[in-house]
């Protein structure tokens, strides 16, 4: 099975601020997944990250709140920007391999 | 968005007892995947499912794919301590490629006294 791996695994930040998570997968995968689980919560998805094109994103999601990078097949950041108490939540990546999809550890976010 | 429902909410059983869960869909997927996912980690992948009416095991697991597409059930035997966690499904929709979206369930939060 796919090995993901993620940093930071947790941070404490001001509101206002930015923080970008990143996610690394032991192999090449075309595209990545990044989902958010608020406290309490199921996974909801955030957005889909191609290699070489731009994320697409889920309703309610957009751009400018979660800019994505997708610079090559083994590699992809979240950024959470503008933060408020409500970004509170864990952020997960997600990667393909055959039809199932492997998970990284996660990165807990906790906004003041 | 879209969450498939997922039931019970939560259980509290006690040792050596079996467990069973289910989930179900207005929409029909094309493939069934359980995981559980334990306290500050992220979901592990416990069994998957491709086809209708499939039954898997992986140890004191079972999983079934419900032969309308819109459901699956997952059963553990003999619970232990360790089988402590939230057990989420997920399913993926028909017509999409190995890379296609998931949507999860509600989740299903298993407690075990000894």
């Known amino acids: 099975s796919a090995v993901i791996s993620q940093k930071p695994s947790r941070d404490i930040c001001q509101r206002g601020t930015s923080l970008t998570i990143q996610c690394q997968v032991d192999?090449?995968?075309?595209?990545m997944f990044w989902y958010r689980q608020q406290p309490g919560q199921s996974l909801t998805l955030i957005a889909t990250?191609?290699?070489?094109?731009?994320?697409?994103?889920e309703s309610g999601f957009v751009i400018d709140k979660f800019p994505i990078s997708r610079p090559n097949l083994t590699f992809s950041t979240l950024t959470v920007s503008n933060m408020s108490p409500e970004d509170s939540s864990i952020y997960l990546c997600?990667?393909?391999?055959?039809?199932?999809?492997?998970f990284g550890p996660g990165t807990r976010l906790t906004v003041l | 968005g879209q969450q498939l429902n997922q039931s019970p909410q939560s259980m509290f059983i006690q040792e050596g007892e079996d467990v069973s869960m289910n989930c179900t869909s207005s929409?029909?997927?094309?493939?069934w995947l359980w995981y559980k996912q334990d306290p500050g980690e992220g979901p592990v992948l416990l069994i998957a499912?491709?086809?209708?009416?499939e039954l898997t095991s992986n140890g004191r697991l079972t999983a079934q794919f419900g032969t309308t597409r819109k459901d699956s059930f997952l059963n553990i035997s003999a619970s232990i301590p360790s089988d402590v966690g939230i057990y989420f499904c997920?399913?993926?929709?028909?017509?999409?490629?190995?890379?296609?979206?998931?949507?999860f369930g509600t989740g299903t939060r298993l407690q075990v006294t000894l």
């Open positions: 192999s090449q995968v075309t595209m």
């Open positions: 997600s990667a393909p391999e055959g039809i199932a999809k492997f």
């Open positions: 929409s029909i997927f094309n493939t």
């Open positions: 997920a399913g993926q929709p028909l017509n999409t490629g190995t890379a296609s979206k998931l949507t």
């Open positions: 499912l491709y086809k209708a009416g």
């Open positions: 990250a191609n290699q070489g094109s731009e994320a697409t994103y």
